[in-house]
């Protein structure tokens, strides 16, 4: 293992950037801070654009004679149900995310909306952008970065690695070689950054439902540090045995308690106001969504530039951080199906959830504050992991949807954590598919010890900016594995 | 602010050259680019 220079630069690279934000906090949040408004302001633009055209190439590839083009050899046949990949690939790309932030994002864009516009066109606005980061865009830096690992490795024989594209199709020279390894480098290190956010969203997530259902009182870090703890327990024990189908279960059973609940705040929610909503939610999604794309609000105050860059930029790049991760996840699962299948399957079922999800939790949000009185909007203020379990607590049974709130955001983050230990371990070793328990385990501290340091920062704002910083470099590599696929096509008979 | 100026246009010109080489990539010709259209054509004939 440590005669790997990738692994042990990798691990060296994660581990010092664990060690620094243990040690100082502050000083790495302010450092990615600073750094990532700089690049933000320079090239808001290019990710916006990336974002757009990674959207556009996917649809143009779906509806191109290549959409035929099978992801594997010609007589190869998918290996799961249709129904079954599809729930699978939602669990991998969004997770606890979507708990986190459903009700929470919509009201955050309502509160800067509403000083430009009236309450009502601010509510709508408000969740067409909550739409439009969880929706198209995203899923098509999942697809695209996803279709050109299954391309390579399933139609081609190539290693699932990031570099493997480049080899594939300008050949081994040494700039192939070296570039490729930078390219794995940085998917490590994105993917581990990106794991480690997601673990303390996790942590915030569980910590604040446990806090609803015992009734304490803003508990602090101790709190946090035991739901850490455990956690850390529950994913050690399936890196040193194969679960592979156990994991399965448990993300598919978060899954299925997420669908659950989104049905069950929508029956029991204010039901006319909730699906009057959606519907309008969907219009205004599919009419604004292709323009909205390139939408950059240069010619906005400061204020909204904030707004923008803390908002749609991060979940852009987030997108990108965990692309490698997803990417890989995805072309596991869509190994012989059609380039047109699976555009049109990971880009636009996924969105057409997330619009019904965020229009739910959404208008449920809203109804309390345009309907009710607005009082979730202190919630958002003063403590935004609370903002589900507000709403939740404003429902029947509230006990035990928290409670099931709570279980659904711990399986989300481990089976992402032992997912992510198993991607990071193949990349590492130049792709083998059967990767050490040493190698397993020694990411999976790794990823605690990130986990650690976004959880010791403390503030949901820190989380995203440490994050967007391991996640910029990657949009350039997404941009040229996609070029090396499009390369590729072009030798294709169809 | 020139300090901030000048990062800026650095960091753009970074971008333009990476589109530059990602286009300049994709029309580059490789050993064997052509297989499929050669291909095509004999398919056609």
């Known amino acids: ?494 | 602010m020139t300090l901030e100026y000048f990062i800026d246009k650095l960091l753009n010109l970074w971008v333009f050259a990476f589109i530059g080489i990602l286009v300049w990539l994709y029309f580059k010709r490789e050993p064997g680019d052509n297989e499929g259209e050669n291909q095509e054509a004999v398919e056609k004939n």
């Not at chain 1, 290019?46 to 974002?51: D, I, P, Q």
């Not at chain 1, 249709?82 to 729930?87: D, F, I, V």
Request: net charge neutral.
């Open chain 1, 1 to 494: 293992m440590f005669k790997n220079p990738l692994l042990l630069t990798a691990l060296t690279l994660t581990g010092l950037i664990a060690i620094w934000g243990i040690i100082d906090t502050a000083g790495l949040t302010k450092f990615s801070s600073s750094i990532t408004g700089v690049m933000f302001t320079s090239r808001g633009w290019f990710v916006m654009l990336s974002a757009s055209f990674l959207l556009i190439l996917g649809i143009w590839l779906a509806i191109s004679p290549y959409g035929k083009i099978k992801l594997g050899k010609d007589d190869d046949e998918p290996e799961f149900s249709t129904l079954s990949w599809l729930t699978m690939l939602f669990a991998a790309g969004m997770g606890v995310g979507l708990l986190f932030w459903g009700t929470a994002e919509p009201l955050s864009h309502f509160e800067v909306v509403r000083e430009y516009a009236n309450p009502f066109r601010s509510a709508e606005h408000a969740l067409f952008i909550t739409s439009f980061h969880w929706g198209l865009h995203a899923w098509a830096i999942y697809a695209v970065t996803g279709l050109v690992m299954a391309y390579f490795s399933f139609r081609q024989g190539y290693p699932n690695l990031v570099s493997s594209p480049l080899k594939a199709v300008f050949g081994q020279r040494t700039w192939t070689k070296s570039v490729g390894w930078l390219c794995d480098l940085l998917a490590i290190y994105a993917i581990a950054i990106g794991i480690g956010g997601s673990i303390a969203m996790g942590v915030f997530q569980v910590q604040s439902g446990v806090e609803s259902l015992f009734g304490l009182d803003n508990s602090g870090l101790w709190l946090a540090g035991v739901i850490f703890a455990v956690l850390c327990f529950s994913y050690i024990f399936p890196l040193m045995v194969d679960l592979s189908k156990g994991m399965a279960t448990l993300a598919n059973t978060a899954m299925a308690i997420a669908g659950g609940l989104m049905i069950f705040v929508l029956l029991t929610g204010p039901t006319y106001y909730v699906m009057s909503g959606i519907t309008e939610s969907i219009g205004d999604y599919f009419a604004r969504v292709v323009p909205h794309g390139f939408k950059t609000y240069t010619f906005f105050d400061e204020k909204v530039s904030t707004w923008f860059q803390s908002w749609t930029l991060t979940f852009m790049v987030w997108w990108f951080a965990w692309a490698p991760f997803v990417g890989v996840f995805i072309a596991r699962i869509s190994r012989g199906r059609t380039i047109r299948e699976y555009i049109l399957g990971v880009i636009l079922v996924p969105t057409l959830f997330s619009i019904f999800w965020f229009g739910v939790f959404g208008s449920v949000g809203f109804y309390e504050v345009l309907r009710l009185d607005a009082s979730i909007l202190e919630v958002l203020k003063t403590n935004i992991n609370d903002t589900t379990f507000f709403v939740l607590r404003h429902l029947p049974l509230s006990t035990l949807t928290i409670a099931a709130t709570v279980l659904a955001a711990f399986l989300f983050v481990v089976t992402s954590v032992v997912s992510a230990s198993f991607v990071l371990s193949m990349f590492a070793t130049g792709g083998d598919l059967n990767p050490s328990t040493r190698t397993k385990l020694i990411w999976g501290i790794i990823l605690g010890a990130l986990g650690l340091v976004m959880i010791l920062s403390n503030s949901i704002d820190a989380v995203k900016s440490i994050i967007a910083l391991a996640a910029l470099p990657f949009i350039n590599i997404v941009l040229l594995v996609t070029v090396c696929l499009l390369k590729a096509l072009k030798s294709e008979v169809v």
